[in-house]
């Protein structure tokens, strides 16, 4: 086994074990802080992919932003009556159980047999990869219009999100 | 990927270095306790129910403009990389997505989200 | 040869002598490296404690720290000492693990940066070419730590304070995040070694260029770190103490040890991003002085803030907010908008005017530079008009308050 | 070295993990959550076919850029429903949410 193998493997073990921790646990706050590690993890295996942009906007965006904005809103909706004899499940979870089993067993059967790409491609030099991204994302014949759209959706989420979010006149709080 | 090695030692020292004084604190440090002590430090009254505050909507409301533009902005740093060998549609498209941005912004600003109130 | 790189490759030969594979040479020279920036990083901030009491102090028309030692230097060892002798607590409600784990985060996040900061153009920790990123990424573990130290406390105040730490944080995040994209346009690189190099001359300062996003930065900045007038964090009039308030001892010192960190840190980004970094005449002969113009310049910025710190008053909360929202982040939006059309527009001047006059490269960045700086005026003198209209606006509404003997009436003689 | 389908084995299992979550939670939030999971293995398999296919195509770089953007309004605007609904019905658990179900 190589370095990085090993250092695959924890990474890969400590995030799956962080995502079962995530859906498991009653206390949403742990789930959220739990989620943190997950996102970390695959912040570890895109640096270990050689895209460290994409290593660093995950840490910035997943943990800096996302995860906060988790945590917030589990505080804000918090109910005393629920925290402490709530279920963490609904009535379907063995169904749900099957129904993810089946799947991660369909992929692993499938994946296992797979041989191909046993090696990382010598390729070593990615450092262009933001200048081309840059470039592809405003470029005619690139992503300019995905470009536009994301920033469109944004829009429309910020917009949709404070509207939906914020009360009403008539609403006696 | 040697730089990342790097980081990765950074990481492991930098939680070593806080966490020494702090154990070294916990071994040392001395040990006069009493459950009054560990009680919920509240300008000395009985803390009454959990600790549960319902929290204004103004917070998130906050954390939720902060995530869009978060979001938009690392967009924009790859394209900021790129400048040089971008053409004027590039540029303006660049341009275009940050006034897109500030639309949102002048949303919540005229739906009064902004107010601290 | 430069000094330090002597001395690595010195010790690599001396471990390949005793049979080491070289990766697992490599690995130790890192941890060398780690632990002497770490060991730099700290003993600048514990210098900077008493630095800071005796610059108050003298602004204050006081003496400050004099006891222990000469000038009182000892006195951040008598500070920890007696910090040493408090009791270590937590709260019986608390989340243990994430209550401990909280303090050693929040001095994490902010030593991660010194990774990437560049002493001199030989000495520094890693170069990255996502390094302004990272610097911002890194920066989310201390929000992190702020919701974990305010929630594991399980005590009302903190959980107020951190969420109103929370929402500051964030808050200026975004004009933070926005103008640090003014250098990367402007040196075409995130690698923040690159952005230095890009400043070479005083011209070349992307201060001169950019004079508001230097400017933002450093309020935003200023803000991130918590420190006066942004300090309502630890409001203690309002809010007790702030998310910290369960904390004692050196939990509770690694909090204060991560702002005081986190306040030189921010001190030498800006001097890096806008002044130039280690740069400066005569360096590249003597690659040494870089040292010297970098530390001068972090610890003139440094100073900036504790004189803020000492003269400034507290800024309310809903202020902080506006200022933000309505003032910080829609002027950087404009400066982001004009930046890259007027970089763009100016970028082949120079040679259109090499026709006549002069090299095209220096006639392309004194053009640039001063229409840059120009977009830069006009902006900042805009957005003064209009907040000064705004305000004006405001105030006129306003009922005067009533003088003194029209709000207490005499009191009718008694019969 | 690391084959692909190790990253691949990776992704399917927070795939699985994720899944579970959304269709078992009972709180909103978690339910949320559990959709972070699936987006985030799904990047790790656009950028894993992006190291091991070909480097010089960013495709895969862009459509993880895009994955972040939409996983960004997924959450801004379902974190927003559920504390609306919280406001009006005092309650985060997704099966009690069915004013809509006959």
Redesign the interface.
Same mark, same amino acid.
């Given at each position: 086994m190589t370095p990085m193998q090993v250092i695959f493997i924890i990474t890969a073990v400590a995030t799956v074990l962080a995502a079962i921790m995530v859906v498991s646990r009653r206390n949403l706050v742990h789930a959220a802080l739990f989620l943190v590690i997950t996102l970390f993890g695959v912040a570890v295996n895109f640096i270990l992919l050689d895209a460290p942009f994409l290593a660093v906007v995950q840490v910035l965006v997943y943990i800096g932003a996302i995860a906060i904005l988790m945590i917030f809103a589990v505080m804000l909706t918090r109910n005393i009556q629920e925290d402490g004899a709530g279920e963490a499940f609904n009535k379907n979870v063995g169904m749900a159980g099957l129904v993810s089993f089946l799947v991660l067993s369909l992929l692993v059967v499938t994946l296992g047999g797979w041989s191909e790409f046993r090696a990382l491609p010598p390729v070593a030099n990615t450092s262009g990869a933001v200048e081309a991204l840059g470039l592809a994302l405003a470029s005619a014949d690139g992503y300019v219009l995905a470009f536009e759209v994301a920033s469109m959706l944004l829009l429309g989420a910020l917009v949709g999100a404070i509207f939906v979010a914020w009360p009403r006149k008539n609403e006696n709080e | 990927m040697d730089n990342w090695l790097f980081i990765g030692i950074f990481i492991l020292v930098a939680g070593v270095f806080p966490a020494m004084p702090i154990i070294m604190f916990h071994l040392f440090g001395p040990k006069r306790s009493n459950p009054q002590k560990l009680e919920t430090y509240e300008c000395g009254m009985e803390t009454v129910g959990e600790t549960w505050v319902q929290f204004k909507v103004q917070y998130y409301i906050y954390a939720l403009v902060f995530l869009i533009f978060d979001v938009e902005i690392v967009f924009l740093y790859p394209w900021a990389v790129a400048f040089d060998s971008l053409p004027l549609l590039g540029v303006v498209a660049g341009v275009l997505f940050i006034f897109l941005l500030a639309d949102g912004l002048v949303y919540a600003w005229r739906k009064g989200a902004l107010e601290w109130s | 040869m430069d000094p330090l790189a002597a001395l690595g490759e010195w010790f690599l030969n001396l471990l390949a002598m005793i049979n080491l594979p070289p990766a697992v040479g490599q690995i130790l020279l890192y941890l060398i490296g780690v632990i002497v920036i770490a060991t730099v990083a700290l003993v600048i901030t514990i210098f900077n404690t008493w630095l800071e009491r005796k610059i108050a102090a003298r602004l204050q028309d006081r003496v400050g720290p004099n006891r222990v030692g000469p000038w009182g230097l000892l006195q951040p060892i008598a500070d920890a000492l007696k910090m040493l002798t408090k009791e270590d607590t937590t709260p019986a409600g608390a989340d243990k693990i994430a209550f401990n784990i909280a303090p050693i985060l929040a001095v994490v996040s902010v030593l991660l940066i010194w990774a990437v900061v560049p002493f001199t153009s030989q000495w520094y920790g890693t170069r990255l070419n996502v390094a302004v990123l990272y610097i911002a990424a890194v920066g989310s573990f201390g929000v992190l730590a702020v919701l974990m130290a305010g929630w594991s406390s399980n005590n009302k105040y903190a959980l107020l304070g951190a969420f109103r730490a929370v929402s500051q944080l964030i808050s200026y995040e975004v004009p933070l995040l926005l103008s640090l994209l003014i250098p990367v346009l402007m040196a075409r690189s995130m690698d923040i070694s690159t952005i230095v190099e890009k400043q070479g001359t005083l011209l070349e300062m992307f201060v001169v260029a950019a004079p508001l996003a230097f400017l933002l930065f450093f309020i935003s900045s200023v803000a991130e770190v918590g420190r006066t007038p942004f300090d309502l964090l630890e409001a203690e009039s309002e809010i007790v103490a702030g998310y910290h308030i369960e904390y004692s001892g050196f939990k509770f010192g690694m909090f204060q040890a991560g702002e005081f960190m986190h306040t030189f840190t921010i001190s030498a980004l800006t001097a890096i991003l806008f002044l130039g970094g280690w740069q400066g005449p005569l360096v590249e002969q003597f690659p040494i002085l870089g040292l010297v113009y970098f530390m001068g310049k972090s610890f003139a910025v440094y100073f900036v803030t504790m004189w803020m710190r000492s003269t400034l008053p507290r800024i309310r909360i809903d202020h902080m907010q506006s200022l933000n929202w309505k003032v910080l982040v829609p002027v950087a939006l404009v400066l982001l908008m004009l930046t890259p059309l007027v970089d763009f527009f100016t970028k082949d001047l120079g040679n259109l005017f090499s026709l006549f006059v002069g090299s095209p490269a220096e006639l392309t960045l004194s053009v640039r530079a001063g229409a840059l700086l120009l977009t830069n005026l006009a902006i900042m003198l805009g957005a003064i008009e209009v907040i000064r209209r705004s305000v004006k606006r405001a105030t006129k509404a306003r009922v005067p308050f009533p003088r003194r003997d029209e709000a207490r009436p005499p009191i009718e003689e008694a019969a | 070295?690391?084959?692909?389908?190790?990253?691949?084995?990776?992704a !399917?299992?927070?795939?699985?993990?994720?899944?579970?979550?959304v269709?078992?939670?009972?709180?909103a939030? !978690?339910i949320?959550?559990?959709v972070?999971?699936m987006l985030?293995a799904v990047?790790?398999n656009l950028? /894993?076919f992006?190291?091991?296919l070909d480097? #010089?195509a960013?495709a895969g770089? /862009?459509f993880?850029?895009?994955v972040?953007?939409? !996983? !960004?309004?997924?959450? /801004?605007?379902g974190?927003?429903?559920?504390?609306?609904l919280?406001?009006r019905r #005092?309650?985060?658990?997704?099966?009690q949410i069915d004013l809509l179900k006959w």
């Open positions: - | - | - | 070295m690391i084959p692909l389908s190790w990253y691949l084995l990776l !399917a299992a927070l795939f699985a993990v994720g899944l579970f979550g269709l078992a939670r009972k709180n939030i !978690a949320l959550m559990g972070e999971l985030n990047n790790i950028v /894993a992006w190291r091991y480097v #010089q960013i770089h /862009a993880a850029v895009m972040f953007a939409v !996983a !960004a309004a997924e959450v /801004a605007v974190l927003a429903l559920v504390i609306s919280y406001r #005092q309650t985060v658990a997704a099966d």
